[in-house]
């Protein structure tokens, strides 16, 4: 079993439509959640940083975690073309020099 | 402000040639540095990490080598390259132990022929 599970997609919705995209985690350990998103032919870039449970929200996008169930999400709300990306959820636990996991990413088309 | 710094963009090289990546990361002193490569479905995998000049850690057993000559220089390299070398090749760098996140490079694809 891989320590973080994502379902690659594709996912596919009308632009303006609210958008979910989830990841499960096996390692109680993690502790810091993170979203990136990544453009076809580019580096990941950071879009959303949550430490331990609970939402964050930054605009359009809400990062959730709920640590009992080890699930974590990421919702679009208002979804536009230029969403269109594959979205990778990351995460690390909080002690020592322990490297990001990295989910294996959903690719989201947005279509207007 | 910090930037990350990966070249070049584009690369072609025929089986068995010798290859050689750099990474820079200007506007930090001593950063995490980390080499990724992402294959089209599989995700991004760690290939090498370092927490300082000279100290390279390897994550998986390859025909890759990494080095540090400078605190805020990585280079990636190849003595003879492999078909399987092929894929998009990411630098990336975090403060301390990276809770919160990595800064990604541009990448480089590289394409062994």
């Known amino acids: 079993q891989k320590e973080v599970e994502q379902d690659p997609g594709p996912l596919s919705v009308p632009e303006g439509a609210i958008v979910s995209l989830n990841c499960t985690y096996s390692n109680s350990a993690f502790q810091y959640f993170m979203w990136y998103r990544q453009y076809s032919r580019k580096g990941p870039e950071l879009l959303m940083y949550t430490y331990s449970s609970g939402n964050k929200e930054d605009g359009r996008f809400t990062a959730q975690v709920d640590k009992s169930s080890k699930y974590i999400s990421l919702f679009i709300r208002d979804s536009q073309p230029s969403d269109s990306a594959t979205y990778l959820c990351?995460?690390?636990?909080?002690?020592?020099?322990?490297?990001?996991?990295f989910g294996t990413g959903t690719r989201l088309l947005v279509s207007p | 402000s910090q930037t990350i710094h990966q070249w070049p963009a584009t690369l072609v090289q025929p089986v068995g040639s010798p290859l050689s990546l750099e990474c820079t990361v200007e506007g930090t002193s001593n950063p995490n540095l980390y080499w990724y490569r992402q294959a089209a479905g599989r995700g991004l995998q760690l290939l090498f990490y370092s927490v300082g000049i000279g100290q390279i850690s390897s994550e998986v057993p390859q025909n890759l080598s990494a080095s540090r000559p400078q605190d805020r220089q990585f280079i990636l390299s190849s003595k003879k390259l492999l078909l399987s070398d092929s894929g998009f090749y990411l630098c990336a760098w975090s403060r301390d132990r990276g809770s919160h996140g990595y800064t990604f490079g541009s990448g480089t694809r590289l394409t062994v022929v």
């Open positions: 990351a995460m690390k636990s909080a002690t020592g020099f322990q490297k990001l996991v």
